[in-house]
């Protein structure tokens, strides 16, 4: 979902503005919620012309639009379920969260960010869908999977997912002599960037690195090198060997001088598809969708590269932004609810009618396989780029998500804020700082393989 159309990325800021509330809530839930005693199970052998019933559905813009397209092909399997899509906005989260607090005023199905549900799956207030969609495990990609399970029950179910790579403007390569073929690590584009700049006469930068910003970027990288904020025991891990590779790697990039500083989802973020001032966007799949919508005059002038590794022969893959289906468990109509979902999420047909209409790049792997994945995209230029961001996917390590994850994210948001603001010297500094930090404002353990452990002094 690109991030006009569903705000997949959340901004900083509006991640801060709701911790306080959501905290509050969260801590209700806690004291109210346990989990159902029993995963819910589909009847035996019941037609899908015997599931009747009216749903209802909270989804955001781009999502809901998805939805709602899909109605008449699910319609034709399930004629006697009425199906109502709401179209909201993505704090229809923290809606959410208050309808699940009081125990009435939920939807039947909603759609979450993948990096919130963890906040969400620990209350015990959603359905526990083990029984009907664990047969999938193997049919999803697995680092979206990990995160819908709470205390081995299934919770969510992927939806969306963002694997990330190199779009990039191919008369400016053409123009500078640059082939984006030989760009195959972060140095590597580093200097290709350089060169676009030099021989631009300073015209045209590589990419946006705001420093107000470096989260984002921090995370795709920190994913792609194997590292955790958190480890798989949700202590605190992200002061490690493999965070200062990537702090080395944004200093390197910062101090290249091939990056521009204006803040991302903007207007000057957008305009600059339309100009030469950028030459290349490391984004995920989703952002395709944004070119369109904002640059549709450019169609043919783009292509893709995969993502560079941190190291010669390193990975070249790696993810930002996604998106889940939960059911809350208040839900009366288990079964026109699950068949919805099933038939949205679990299906080639439907996934593939997604992706084609708004660019929703499944997380469901038999899609992979259906012809529209070979197909050639005029809009780059006859490239087969929904194979390119297929590519290692199975690959891409999860990272784990806890309950408080956004504040996590926003803490570390700040901190490599302050770094660059400081100059970006000793990041092992930063790094041990906000070990303490989350530590203490999150009342997490840290992990056994911190730095503060396993170095000495």
């Not at 992927?158 to 008369?171: E, I, L, M, Q, S």
């Not at 041990?432 to 730095?451: D, F, G, N, Q, V």
């Amino acid at each position: 979902m690109n991030k006009s159309g569903s705000d997949k990325v959340i901004f900083f800021t509006a991640v801060c503005g709701r911790i306080v509330v959501a905290a509050a809530v969260w801590l209700a839930l806690c004291a109210n919620g346990a989990a159902a005693d029993e995963p819910f199970k589909m009847p035996a052998n019941k037609s899908p012309q015997k599931i009747r019933g009216e749903i209802n559905v909270w989804a955001w813009t781009i999502a809901a639009g998805s939805l709602q397209k899909l109605l008449p092909l699910f319609n034709e399997k399930y004629p006697n379920i009425k199906v109502n899509i709401s179209k909201t906005g993505w704090q229809v989260q923290q809606r959410l969260l208050l309808s699940l607090s009081a125990g009435v005023g939920a939807p039947d199905i909603t759609q979450l960010l993948g990096m919130e549900t963890q906040r969400y799956t620990f209350t015990g207030e959603l359905m526990d869908l083990t029984g009907v969609a664990g047969q999938y495990e193997k049919d999803f990609v697995p680092s979206t999977w990990q995160n819908c399970l709470y205390n081995g029950k299934l919770c969510a179910i992927p939806w969306d997912f963002g694997p990330c790579a190199v779009f990039y403007k191919r008369h400016i390569f053409k123009l500078y002599g640059i082939d984006p073929n030989k760009i195959e690590t972060w140095d590597d584009y580093i200097a290709a960037g350089k060169v676009i700049f030099e021989k631009s006469n300073g015209k045209t930068k590589m990419f946006h690195l705001p420093t107000g910003m470096l989260f984002e970027v921090y995370l795709i990288l920190i994913q792609q090198n194997g590292g955790q904020l958190f480890d798989d025991q949700g202590r605190i891990a992200v002061n490690s060997d493999k965070s200062l590779q990537v702090m080395a790697l944004l200093k390197r990039m910062l101090d290249s001088g091939v990056t521009v500083n204006d803040p991302l989802y903007t207007h000057a973020h957008y305009a600059s598809l339309r100009s030469d001032s950028v030459a290349t966007y490391p984004m995920a799949a989703w952002w395709g969708g944004t070119i369109k919508d904002y640059a549709p005059e450019t169609k043919g002038d783009w292509g893709i590269f995969r993502l560079p590794a941190l190291e010669p022969g390193g990975l070249r893959a790696s993810s930002s932004g996604g998106s889940v289906l939960v059911i809350p468990d208040q839900c009366k109509n288990k079964e026109a609810v699950w068949a919805f979902v099933d038939f949205a999420l679990c299906n080639t047909r439907a996934q593939i009618e997604q992706y084609k209409n708004f660019d929703l790049f499944p997380t469901w792997l038999p899609a992979y396989k259906d012809p529209f994945f070979d197909e050639p995209d005029p809009f780059y230029g006859g490239q087969k780029v929904r194979l390119l961001f297929a590519q290692d996917i199975e690959k891409i390590p999860p990272l784990n998500r806890t309950k408080d994850w956004p504040e996590g994210q926003a803490y570390l948001a700040q901190s490599l804020t302050g770094w660059a603001s400081r100059g970006m010297g000793e990041p092992e500094k930063m790094l041990a700082e906000l070990e303490k930090k989350l530590c203490r404002r999150l009342s997490r353990e840290i992990a056994p393989t911190s730095l503060k452990f396993t170095r000495k002094n």
